[in-house]
């Protein structure tokens, strides 16, 4: 029967992990703190709050259960705002994938001019808050003065200008188009990272087989890039989902709700309005936060599915 010696623990090592546990939790306490009270608290005050009516003033919030579900379940706003809010996900997503995957193709290349200053130029407006971009846009669409119609007045394209902000049928358009400018940068990054992941010697052997640029494009990077694709798609769709900065100093959700994204339907009903309910902006807003989930759990599936495709190959 062998004998179990007991591990021996060096004198001071205990003392030591001790003192190493208490420094890290000294130093998680600040970000914990900060976490519970601007993330944590908020979100349980939004599900409270939902079930009461309350505009902000009021001592105490009066319970009123699942009134202001069926309210806004029942108001025709909120699914305008909604289909507006997936329409923009519908145009931005497919649009700011596809033109990012082939840039990246383009300045991955090592023949590439100038790449790095390229990639550089591109990545620039991500780090631009996005408050200032739409402060900005408001300028440079502006059908009086803006460049952009300046430039379509001297090609004789335009004569009378365009009010791209202020009509219904192009202010939508608008704001997704500077969307995918502000963020195209970051999407380009995800592309020239999942290119980076391909086998400089799988490109060398499809040269040696008389492959040209286009089957190997085909028949070699886009397969490999397939798991990227879902990773990125899903990426995009859930940031395409956080637009509120952008439409809100672009657009505040006109002309006629035209651009009203959910984000602002609940940001007017909680501080715009006239009588603020933030209960109801609460519901509104637990609604779309149950949809954002929705879609994490999808991106959490895909990602795992991709996982285990790769892991099969």
């Given amino acids: ?10 004198a001071g090592a205990r003392p030591r992990r001790d003192r190493t546990t208490l420094y890290i939790w000294l130093f998680l306490t600040p970000t ?13 005050g939004s599900y409270v709050y ?5 505009n902000g003033f009021d001592a105490s919030p009066s319970f009123i259960g699942l009134a202001n579900y069926r309210e806004v379940l029942a108001d025709p706003m909120f ?9 923009f996900m519908l145009f931005a997503v497919p649009a700011q ?35 200032i971009v739409g402060v900005v846009m408001q300028f440079v669409f502006d059908p009086a003065s803006g460049p952009v119609n300046l430039a379509l007045r001297g090609a004789g394209l335009a004569p009378d200008g365009v009010d791209f902000l202020g009509q219904s049928t192009t202010a939508l358009g608008t704001t997704i188009g500077v969307y995918v400018w502000k963020w195209f940068g970051i999407t380009l990054v995800y592309w020239l990272a999942a290119l980076q992941t391909v086998p400089h010697e799988v490109y060398e052997a499809a040269r040696l087989d008389g492959a040209g640029a286009l089957g190997t494009l085909r028949y ?3 397969p490999l890039l397939k798991p990227f694709l879902v990773i990125i798609t899903l990426l995009s769709i859930e940031a395409s989902l956080q637009v509120f900065d952008l439409v809100l100093t672009m657009t505040n959700g006109g002309p006629f709700y035209s651009t009203e994204v959910i984000e602002v339907y609940i940001y007017r009903w909680a501080f715009a309005a006239t009588v603020p ?11 779309f936060g149950l949809f954002v989930c929705l879609v994490g759990m999808l991106q959490l599936l895909a990602m795992r599915a991709t996982r285990r495709t790769r892991g099969m190959a």
Avoid at 1 to 10: D, E, G, L, R, S
Avoid at 80 to 87: D, E, P, Y
Avoid at 281 to 287: D, G
């Fill in 277 to 287: 309910r933030l209960g109801y902006a609460s519901a509104a807003a637990v609604l």
């Fill in 97 to 131: 994938v596809l033109a990012t995957l082939l840039i990246a193709i383009v300045l991955n290349s090592p023949r590439m001019p100038l790449r790095k200053l390229f990639r550089t130029a591109l990545f620039l407006p991500v780090v631009t808050t996005t408050a």
């Fill in 79 to 87: 699914w305008s705002s909604f289909r507006l809010t997936l329409a």
């Fill in 220 to 222: 070699i990077t886009m």
């Fill in 32 to 44: 914990v703190l900060l976490y519970g009270a601007f993330t944590i608290y908020p979100i349980v």
């Fill in 50 to 54: 939902s079930l009461t009516d309350w």
């Fill in 1 to 10: 029967m062998t004998a179990v010696i007991p591990a021996v623990i060096p």
